[in-house]
Protein backbone atom coordinates (compact mmCIF):
# COMPACT_ATOMS: atom_id res chain seq x y z
CA UNK A 1 0.00 0.00 0.00
CA UNK A 2 1.70 3.06 -0.92
CA UNK A 3 1.43 6.26 1.59
CA UNK A 4 -1.05 8.09 0.20
CA UNK A 5 -3.34 5.57 0.22
CA UNK A 6 -2.29 4.70 3.79
CA UNK A 7 -2.45 8.77 4.68
CA UNK A 8 -5.99 8.67 3.57
CA UNK A 9 -7.11 5.37 5.35
CA UNK A 10 -6.57 7.57 8.05
CA UNK A 11 -7.34 11.19 7.38
CA UNK A 12 -10.80 11.85 5.29
CA UNK A 13 -9.90 13.69 2.29
CA UNK A 14 -11.26 17.55 2.30
CA UNK A 15 -9.45 19.31 -0.38
CA UNK A 16 -8.90 16.08 -3.15
CA UNK A 17 -8.13 19.10 -6.09
CA UNK A 18 -5.04 21.13 -3.56
CA UNK A 19 -1.93 22.46 -4.46
CA UNK A 20 0.80 23.58 -2.25
CA UNK A 21 3.54 26.59 -3.22
CA UNK A 22 6.64 27.28 -1.46
CA UNK A 23 7.38 30.97 -1.74
CA UNK A 24 10.85 32.28 -2.09
CA UNK A 25 12.20 35.32 -3.62
CA UNK A 26 13.59 33.84 -6.72
CA UNK A 27 11.42 30.87 -7.39
CA UNK A 28 8.59 29.34 -6.41
CA UNK A 29 7.68 25.57 -5.78
CA UNK A 30 4.41 24.51 -6.84
CA UNK A 31 3.02 20.81 -5.94
CA UNK A 32 -0.19 18.86 -7.20
CA UNK A 33 -1.71 15.57 -6.15
CA UNK A 34 -0.19 13.15 -8.10
CA UNK A 35 -3.50 11.29 -9.08
CA UNK A 36 -4.02 14.49 -11.42
CA UNK A 37 -0.70 13.76 -12.83
CA UNK A 38 -0.20 11.68 -16.36
CA UNK A 39 2.13 8.62 -15.89
CA UNK A 40 5.72 10.18 -15.71
CA UNK A 41 4.80 13.48 -15.59
CA UNK A 42 6.59 15.06 -12.01
CA UNK A 43 3.86 16.71 -9.65
CA UNK A 44 6.28 19.16 -8.31
CA UNK A 45 7.31 22.09 -10.47
CA UNK A 46 9.78 24.90 -10.00
CA UNK A 47 8.67 28.71 -11.94
CA UNK A 48 10.66 31.93 -11.37
CA UNK A 49 8.85 35.09 -9.96
CA UNK A 50 8.48 36.99 -12.53
CA UNK A 51 5.04 38.02 -13.72
CA UNK A 52 4.78 35.88 -16.81
CA UNK A 53 6.11 33.02 -14.50
CA UNK A 54 3.27 33.60 -12.33
CA UNK A 55 1.10 33.94 -15.21
CA UNK A 56 2.38 29.88 -15.76
CA UNK A 57 1.56 28.92 -12.51
CA UNK A 58 -2.02 29.86 -12.52
CA UNK A 59 -2.00 27.79 -16.05
CA UNK A 60 -0.55 24.96 -14.60
CA UNK A 61 -2.74 24.41 -11.94
CA UNK A 62 -5.72 25.06 -13.68
CA UNK A 63 -4.87 22.42 -16.21
CA UNK A 64 -4.40 19.78 -13.35
CA UNK A 65 -7.88 20.64 -12.00
CA UNK A 66 -6.83 22.57 -9.25
CA UNK A 67 -9.50 24.46 -7.16
CA UNK A 68 -7.69 25.68 -3.98
CA UNK A 69 -4.10 26.70 -3.49
CA UNK A 70 -2.24 26.80 0.22
CA UNK A 71 0.44 29.78 0.03
CA UNK A 72 3.04 29.89 2.53
CA UNK A 73 3.34 33.17 3.83
CA UNK A 74 6.97 34.29 3.62
CA UNK A 75 7.77 37.70 4.16
CA UNK A 76 5.75 40.28 1.04
CA UNK A 77 7.31 37.48 -1.65
CA UNK A 78 3.59 36.12 -1.48
CA UNK A 79 1.42 39.15 -2.15
CA UNK A 80 1.92 39.19 -6.04
CA UNK A 81 1.40 35.41 -6.54
CA UNK A 82 -1.83 35.64 -3.76
CA UNK A 83 -2.76 38.76 -6.36
CA UNK A 84 -2.43 36.95 -9.22
CA UNK A 85 -4.27 33.52 -8.10
CA UNK A 86 -7.47 34.87 -6.45
CA UNK A 87 -7.85 36.90 -10.25
CA UNK A 88 -7.59 33.71 -11.83
CA UNK A 89 -10.43 32.33 -9.23
CA UNK A 90 -8.60 30.17 -6.89
CA UNK A 91 -9.36 29.45 -3.85
CA UNK A 92 -6.37 30.27 -1.86
CA UNK A 93 -5.36 29.41 1.88
CA UNK A 94 -2.74 31.81 3.24
CA UNK A 95 -0.62 29.76 6.00
CA UNK A 96 1.14 31.05 8.70
CA UNK A 97 5.00 29.90 8.50
CA UNK A 98 5.38 29.66 11.99
CA UNK A 99 2.32 26.92 11.81
CA UNK A 100 4.88 24.44 10.11
CA UNK A 101 7.70 25.23 12.49
CA UNK A 102 7.43 22.08 13.98
CA UNK A 103 7.48 20.02 11.22
CA UNK A 104 11.00 17.81 11.88
CA UNK A 105 12.55 16.17 8.60
CA UNK A 106 11.37 18.31 5.58
CA UNK A 107 13.75 21.12 4.92
CA UNK A 108 13.92 21.41 1.23
CA UNK A 109 12.07 23.41 -0.97
CA UNK A 110 10.76 20.36 -2.98
CA UNK A 111 9.90 18.56 0.11
CA UNK A 112 7.86 21.68 1.91
CA UNK A 113 5.25 22.67 -0.96
CA UNK A 114 4.87 18.77 -0.74
CA UNK A 115 4.21 18.29 2.73
CA UNK A 116 2.18 21.76 2.09
CA UNK A 117 0.12 19.89 -0.70
CA UNK A 118 -0.40 17.05 2.00
CA UNK A 119 -1.60 19.30 4.63
CA UNK A 120 -3.93 21.24 2.78
CA UNK A 121 -5.16 17.98 1.21
CA UNK A 122 -6.52 17.09 4.52
CA UNK A 123 -7.84 20.09 6.20
CA UNK A 124 -5.29 20.51 8.12
CA UNK A 125 -4.17 23.79 7.55
CA UNK A 126 -6.01 27.10 8.80
CA UNK A 127 -5.82 30.37 6.50
CA UNK A 128 -4.47 33.09 8.39
CA UNK A 129 -6.97 36.41 8.34
CA UNK A 130 -6.63 38.97 5.21
CA UNK A 131 -9.44 41.41 5.07
CA UNK A 132 -11.40 42.35 1.48
CA UNK A 133 -9.64 44.07 -0.90
CA UNK A 134 -11.01 47.63 -0.39
CA UNK A 135 -10.16 47.14 3.70
CA UNK A 136 -6.52 45.50 2.34
CA UNK A 137 -6.37 49.13 0.29
CA UNK A 138 -7.56 51.51 3.19
CA UNK A 139 -4.92 49.40 5.12
CA UNK A 140 -1.90 49.98 2.98
CA UNK A 141 -2.56 53.66 2.94
CA UNK A 142 -2.99 53.41 6.86
CA UNK A 143 1.03 51.44 7.18
CA UNK A 144 2.44 53.96 4.94
CA UNK A 145 1.27 56.72 7.23
CA UNK A 146 2.24 55.04 9.99
CA UNK A 147 5.80 54.68 8.44
CA UNK A 148 6.03 58.46 7.31
CA UNK A 149 5.50 59.78 11.03
CA UNK A 150 8.11 57.13 12.23
CA UNK A 151 10.31 58.91 9.71
CA UNK A 152 9.32 62.03 10.86
CA UNK A 153 9.85 61.36 14.25
CA UNK A 154 13.78 60.29 13.74
CA UNK A 155 14.07 63.70 11.92
CA UNK A 156 12.65 65.73 14.93
CA UNK A 157 14.83 63.91 17.34
CA UNK A 158 18.21 64.94 14.64
CA UNK A 159 16.57 68.25 15.40
CA UNK A 160 16.98 68.04 18.72
CA UNK A 161 20.09 66.83 18.70
CA UNK A 162 21.19 69.91 16.50
CA UNK A 163 19.54 72.25 19.65
CA UNK A 164 20.95 70.27 22.46
CA UNK A 165 24.37 70.69 20.83
CA UNK A 166 24.48 74.28 20.28
CA UNK A 167 23.30 74.59 24.08
CA UNK A 168 19.90 75.84 22.92
CA UNK A 169 17.31 74.60 25.40
CA UNK A 170 13.97 74.92 23.81
CA UNK A 171 13.09 71.25 24.70
CA UNK A 172 13.14 72.73 28.55
CA UNK A 173 10.59 75.55 28.16
CA UNK A 174 8.35 74.33 25.19
CA UNK A 175 6.38 71.00 25.48
CA UNK A 176 6.54 70.39 21.77
CA UNK A 177 9.53 72.05 19.57
CA UNK A 178 7.77 71.28 16.33
CA UNK A 179 4.56 73.14 17.77
CA UNK A 180 3.47 76.93 16.58
CA UNK A 181 6.34 78.38 19.07
CA UNK A 182 8.94 76.28 18.65
CA UNK A 183 8.63 75.58 14.41
CA UNK A 184 8.18 79.77 14.55
CA UNK A 185 11.67 80.25 16.53
CA UNK A 186 13.38 77.31 15.13
CA UNK A 187 13.25 79.44 11.53
CA UNK A 188 13.82 82.27 12.23
CA UNK A 189 17.04 81.05 13.76
CA UNK A 190 17.78 79.02 9.89
CA UNK A 191 16.73 82.76 8.85
CA UNK A 192 19.90 84.48 10.93
CA UNK A 193 17.83 85.78 13.95
CA UNK A 194 20.46 85.43 17.38
CA UNK A 195 19.09 87.76 19.76
CA UNK A 196 17.29 85.33 21.88
CA UNK A 197 14.52 88.36 22.99
CA UNK A 198 13.92 89.02 19.79
CA UNK A 199 13.81 84.61 19.23
CA UNK A 200 11.28 85.11 22.38
CA UNK A 201 8.32 86.81 20.73
CA UNK A 202 7.58 84.30 18.57
CA UNK A 203 6.10 82.69 21.66
CA UNK A 204 2.42 81.94 21.33
CA UNK A 205 0.16 83.48 23.87
CA UNK A 206 -0.62 79.70 25.26
CA UNK A 207 3.01 78.75 26.15
CA UNK A 208 2.97 78.01 30.32
CA UNK A 209 6.85 79.62 29.72
CA UNK A 210 7.87 83.90 30.23
CA UNK A 211 9.14 85.43 27.04
CA UNK A 212 12.20 85.85 29.83
CA UNK A 213 12.54 81.88 30.28
CA UNK A 214 12.10 81.22 26.73
CA UNK A 215 14.56 84.03 25.85
CA UNK A 216 17.12 82.29 28.68
CA UNK A 217 17.33 78.96 26.50
CA UNK A 218 18.11 80.34 23.50
CA UNK A 219 21.30 81.55 24.40
CA UNK A 220 23.74 79.05 22.67
CA UNK A 221 27.05 78.32 20.62
CA UNK A 222 25.66 79.10 16.89
CA UNK A 223 28.13 76.78 14.79
CA UNK A 224 27.83 76.30 11.70
CA UNK A 225 27.49 72.82 11.14
CA UNK A 226 25.03 72.23 13.61
CA UNK A 227 22.69 75.12 12.17
CA UNK A 228 23.59 73.18 8.69
CA UNK A 229 22.33 69.56 10.60
CA UNK A 230 19.59 71.34 12.00
CA UNK A 231 18.38 73.01 8.60
CA UNK A 232 18.59 69.99 6.77
CA UNK A 233 16.68 67.71 9.73
CA UNK A 234 14.05 70.74 10.02
CA UNK A 235 13.43 70.44 6.10
CA UNK A 236 13.06 66.43 6.35
CA UNK A 237 10.51 66.79 8.85
CA UNK A 238 8.79 68.95 6.64
CA UNK A 239 8.76 67.04 3.58
CA UNK A 240 7.61 63.95 5.75
CA UNK A 241 4.58 66.16 6.73
CA UNK A 242 3.62 67.13 3.11
CA UNK A 243 4.09 63.61 2.28
CA UNK A 244 1.40 62.60 5.59
CA UNK A 245 -0.80 65.56 3.83
CA UNK A 246 -0.95 63.71 0.47
CA UNK A 247 -1.27 59.92 2.50
CA UNK A 248 -4.42 61.65 4.61
CA UNK A 249 -5.73 63.49 0.46
CA UNK A 250 -5.64 59.39 -0.68
CA UNK A 251 -7.18 57.70 2.47
CA UNK A 252 -10.05 60.25 2.56
CA UNK A 253 -10.57 59.52 -0.94
CA UNK A 254 -10.83 56.26 -0.66
CA UNK A 255 -12.54 56.15 2.52
CA UNK A 256 -15.55 58.04 0.38
CA UNK A 257 -15.79 55.42 -2.02
CA UNK A 258 -16.08 52.32 0.20
CA UNK A 259 -19.93 51.04 0.18
CA UNK A 260 -21.86 52.53 3.18
CA UNK A 261 -22.47 50.00 5.84
CA UNK A 262 -26.28 51.33 6.37
CA UNK A 263 -28.24 52.94 3.79
CA UNK A 264 -29.93 55.57 6.21
CA UNK A 265 -27.62 57.03 8.54
CA UNK A 266 -28.24 59.32 11.54
CA UNK A 267 -25.66 62.40 11.69
CA UNK A 268 -22.84 61.91 14.41
CA UNK A 269 -23.36 64.55 17.45
CA UNK A 270 -20.69 66.61 17.80
CA UNK A 271 -17.39 65.76 20.17
CA UNK A 272 -15.23 67.47 21.67
CA UNK A 273 -11.81 65.98 21.65
CA UNK A 274 -8.43 67.60 22.17
CA UNK A 275 -6.33 67.42 18.87
CA UNK A 276 -3.55 65.00 18.49
CA UNK A 277 -0.74 66.25 16.52
CA UNK A 278 -0.57 63.12 14.17
CA UNK A 279 -4.43 62.65 13.66
CA UNK A 280 -5.84 63.13 9.80
CA UNK A 281 -6.62 66.78 8.55
CA UNK A 282 -9.90 65.49 7.49
CA UNK A 283 -13.07 64.59 8.90
CA UNK A 284 -11.93 60.56 9.83
CA UNK A 285 -14.83 60.19 12.10
CA UNK A 286 -18.02 60.78 9.92
CA UNK A 287 -16.02 59.03 6.81
CA UNK A 288 -15.42 55.78 9.38
CA UNK A 289 -19.09 55.86 10.85
CA UNK A 290 -20.32 56.10 7.33
CA UNK A 291 -18.46 52.82 6.54
CA UNK A 292 -18.84 50.67 9.42
CA UNK A 293 -22.25 51.84 10.67
CA UNK A 294 -20.79 52.47 14.51
CA UNK A 295 -19.33 55.69 16.01
CA UNK A 296 -16.26 53.95 17.54
CA UNK A 297 -15.02 57.19 18.98
CA UNK A 298 -17.50 57.17 21.93
CA UNK A 299 -15.81 54.30 23.70
CA UNK A 300 -13.24 55.96 26.04
CA UNK A 301 -9.44 56.22 24.27
CA UNK A 302 -10.44 55.19 20.95
CA UNK A 303 -10.03 58.30 19.04
CA UNK A 304 -10.69 58.68 15.05
CA UNK A 305 -7.10 57.72 14.27
CA UNK A 306 -6.95 54.69 16.22
CA UNK A 307 -10.27 53.75 14.97
CA UNK A 308 -9.13 53.66 11.75
CA UNK A 309 -6.03 51.99 12.57
CA UNK A 310 -8.08 49.40 13.89
CA UNK A 311 -10.86 48.93 11.58
CA UNK A 312 -7.81 48.46 8.41
CA UNK A 313 -6.71 45.39 10.09
CA UNK A 314 -9.95 43.92 10.92
CA UNK A 315 -11.33 44.73 8.21
CA UNK A 316 -15.79 45.88 8.85
CA UNK A 317 -16.78 41.90 8.98
CA UNK A 318 -16.53 41.12 12.52
CA UNK A 319 -17.97 37.68 12.05
CA UNK A 320 -14.85 35.97 10.66
CA UNK A 321 -14.27 35.41 14.45
CA UNK A 322 -17.26 33.22 15.95
CA UNK A 323 -16.84 34.69 19.54
CA UNK A 324 -15.49 37.51 21.32
CA UNK A 325 -12.68 34.94 22.86
CA UNK A 326 -11.71 34.04 19.16
CA UNK A 327 -11.23 37.56 18.58
CA UNK A 328 -9.53 38.31 21.51
CA UNK A 329 -7.33 35.43 21.15
CA UNK A 330 -6.25 36.94 17.82
CA UNK A 331 -5.06 39.66 18.80
CA UNK A 332 -2.92 38.50 21.61
CA UNK A 333 -4.74 40.32 24.58
CA UNK A 334 -6.04 36.77 26.51
CA UNK A 335 -4.14 34.75 28.87
CA UNK A 336 -2.30 31.94 27.17
CA UNK A 337 -3.77 28.43 27.77
CA UNK A 338 -0.28 26.41 28.16
CA UNK A 339 -1.13 23.26 29.88
CA UNK A 340 -0.11 19.34 30.16
CA UNK A 341 -1.53 16.97 32.46
CA UNK A 342 -4.18 19.04 33.46
CA UNK A 343 -1.79 21.41 35.31
CA UNK A 344 -1.38 25.00 33.83
CA UNK A 345 2.58 25.81 32.96
CA UNK A 346 2.43 29.04 31.70
CA UNK A 347 -0.90 31.67 31.31
CA UNK A 348 1.22 34.38 29.91
CA UNK A 349 0.37 36.63 27.20
CA UNK A 350 1.13 35.72 23.72
CA UNK A 351 3.75 38.10 22.70
CA UNK A 352 2.75 39.54 19.41
CA UNK A 353 2.99 42.64 16.57
CA UNK A 354 -0.47 42.72 15.65
CA UNK A 355 -1.04 46.25 14.85
CA UNK A 356 -4.63 46.41 15.78
CA UNK A 357 -3.35 45.38 19.16
CA UNK A 358 -0.61 47.59 19.70
CA UNK A 359 -3.13 50.42 18.77
CA UNK A 360 -5.32 49.58 21.01
CA UNK A 361 -2.44 48.70 23.88
CA UNK A 362 -1.67 52.74 23.06
CA UNK A 363 -5.35 53.57 23.71
CA UNK A 364 -5.46 51.99 26.95
CA UNK A 365 -2.52 53.59 28.47
CA UNK A 366 -4.31 57.12 27.84
CA UNK A 367 -7.44 56.10 30.10
CA UNK A 368 -4.84 55.74 33.23
CA UNK A 369 -6.18 59.27 34.62
CA UNK A 370 -8.99 59.48 33.04
CA UNK A 371 -12.68 59.63 35.04
CA UNK A 372 -14.25 56.70 33.21
CA UNK A 373 -15.25 52.76 34.11
CA UNK A 374 -12.48 52.43 31.55
CA UNK A 375 -9.87 54.23 33.62
CA UNK A 376 -10.99 53.33 36.92
CA UNK A 377 -10.63 49.58 35.94
CA UNK A 378 -6.93 50.17 34.89
CA UNK A 379 -6.40 51.95 38.13
CA UNK A 380 -7.54 48.75 40.00
CA UNK A 381 -5.73 46.32 37.98
CA UNK A 382 -2.56 48.41 37.85
CA UNK A 383 -2.80 48.59 41.87
CA UNK A 384 -3.31 45.00 42.15
CA UNK A 385 -0.85 43.55 39.45
CA UNK A 386 1.26 46.53 37.76
CA UNK A 387 0.95 48.51 34.64
CA UNK A 388 2.12 46.44 31.76
CA UNK A 389 -0.68 44.03 32.85
CA UNK A 390 -3.46 46.87 33.42
CA UNK A 391 -2.18 47.81 30.05
CA UNK A 392 -2.91 44.18 28.35
CA UNK A 393 -6.41 43.95 30.48
CA UNK A 394 -7.88 47.24 29.62
CA UNK A 395 -6.78 46.85 25.96
CA UNK A 396 -8.91 43.48 26.28
CA UNK A 397 -11.74 45.58 27.18
CA UNK A 398 -11.37 47.57 24.09
CA UNK A 399 -11.39 44.44 21.68
CA UNK A 400 -14.59 43.35 23.43
CA UNK A 401 -16.11 46.41 23.26
CA UNK A 402 -15.24 46.89 19.92
CA UNK A 403 -16.48 44.02 18.97
CA UNK A 404 -19.60 43.75 20.02
CA UNK A 405 -20.03 47.04 18.74
CA UNK A 406 -19.43 45.90 15.29
CA UNK A 407 -21.35 42.69 15.89
CA UNK A 408 -24.61 44.32 17.42
CA UNK A 409 -24.72 48.30 15.93
CA UNK A 410 -24.77 49.06 19.82
CA UNK A 411 -23.98 52.48 20.79
CA UNK A 412 -21.50 52.64 23.70
CA UNK A 413 -22.32 54.91 26.52
CA UNK A 414 -19.90 55.45 29.48
CA UNK A 415 -21.40 55.06 33.19
CA UNK A 416 -18.36 56.80 34.55
CA UNK A 417 -15.75 55.82 37.31
CA UNK A 418 -18.28 56.26 40.11
CA UNK A 419 -21.00 54.30 39.23
CA UNK A 420 -17.92 51.57 38.33
CA UNK A 421 -16.78 52.05 41.71
CA UNK A 422 -20.53 51.34 42.90
CA UNK A 423 -20.61 48.34 40.91
CA UNK A 424 -17.36 46.36 41.74
CA UNK A 425 -18.28 47.20 45.53
CA UNK A 426 -21.17 45.28 45.17
CA UNK A 427 -19.31 42.55 43.61
CA UNK A 428 -17.24 42.49 45.77
CA UNK A 429 -19.33 42.76 49.30
CA UNK A 430 -21.95 39.73 46.94
CA UNK A 431 -18.77 37.78 46.99
CA UNK A 432 -17.82 38.55 50.57
CA UNK A 433 -21.10 37.12 51.58
CA UNK A 434 -21.42 34.14 49.25
CA UNK A 435 -18.27 32.50 51.12
CA UNK A 436 -19.02 33.63 54.29
CA UNK A 437 -22.69 32.12 53.93
CA UNK A 438 -20.18 28.68 52.99
CA UNK A 439 -18.12 29.40 55.85
CA UNK A 440 -21.41 29.18 58.52
CA UNK A 441 -21.17 33.15 58.90
CA UNK A 442 -23.59 36.13 58.19
CA UNK A 443 -22.31 39.26 57.66
CA UNK A 444 -23.53 42.59 59.13
CA UNK A 445 -23.03 45.86 58.12
CA UNK A 446 -21.56 48.62 60.46
CA UNK A 447 -23.63 52.35 60.16
CA UNK A 448 -20.76 53.50 58.08
CA UNK A 449 -19.94 50.12 55.63
CA UNK A 450 -22.39 48.67 53.00
Known amino acids: MSKKTAASAVFNVIHPHAAGIDVGNSKHYVAVSPDSCAEGESCVRHFDTFTCDLLQIADWLAAHHVTTVALESTGIYWIPLFEVLE ?8 VDTRRLKSVPGRKSDVKDCQWLQQLHTFGLLHSAFRPNEEICVLRTYLRQREMLIANAGQHIQ ?30 AILDGERNPVKLAKHRDRRCKNSEETIAKSLVGNWRADHLFELRQAVELVRFYQQKMADCDREIETWLQTITPKQVEQSPLPPKKAKKNPHSPDFDARSLLYRAIGVDLTLIPGIEANTAMKVIGEIGRDINRWPTVKHFASWLCLCPGNKTSGGRVLNSRTRSSNNRAATALRLAAQSLERTKTALGAFF ?27 LKKGETYVDIGQDAYEQRYQARVVESVRRRAAQLGYYLVPTSAGV
Open 158 to 187: HMQKALQQMNIKLSNVLSDITGTSGMLIIQ
Open 379 to 405: RRIKIRKGAPKAVTATAHKLAQLIYFM
Open 87 to 94: SRGFEVCL
